[in-house]
């Protein structure tokens, strides 16, 4: 078992900077994969930002790359996503999520737990 725990969303002006953090308990962190979703309402949950084992290969969506940085700290078993140049597009609740494995996958179903999600709203 994984419990993830979020932080850091809140409400910023378009063009401002968020970072977020996913704090990890349970089963040995450095085994998972970890990804960064999100869900504006009525949409379906996507992908965001993913990051390997060792944190040393990344994977981000075409409309994040360039401005949202995934980045994790095995020692204190978190891992952030640092989000730049905010766009109200970008309001969405942000979920951290893990998964077993040596992939970062792009689909929510390949993921195993979940965190309970933070909001992000991006005001114009």
């Known amino acids: 078992q994984v419990q993830l725990v979020e932080s850091g969303g809140g409400l910023v002006q378009a063009g401002g900077s968020l970072r977020l953090s996913c704090a990890a308990s349970g089963r040995s962190f450095s085994n998972n994969i970890m990804g960064w979703f999100r869900q504006a309402p009525g949409k379906e949950r996507e992908f965001v930002a993913g990051?390997?084992?060792?944190?040393?290969?990344?994977s981000y969506a075409d409309g994040v790359k360039g401005r949202f940085t995934i980045s994790r700290e095995n020692a204190k078993n978190t891992v952030h996503l640092q989000m730049d140049s905010l766009k109200p597009e970008d309001t969405a609740v942000y979920y951290c999520?893990?998964?077993?494995?040596?992939?970062?996958?792009?689909?929510?179903?390949?993921?195993?737990?979940w965190g309970q999600g933070t909001q992000v709203t991006v005001s114009s």
């Open positions: 999520a893990a998964k077993a494995g040596l992939i970062v996958a792009t689909t929510p179903k390949s993921y195993d737990y």
């Open positions: 990051t390997s084992r060792s944190g040393g290969s990344t």
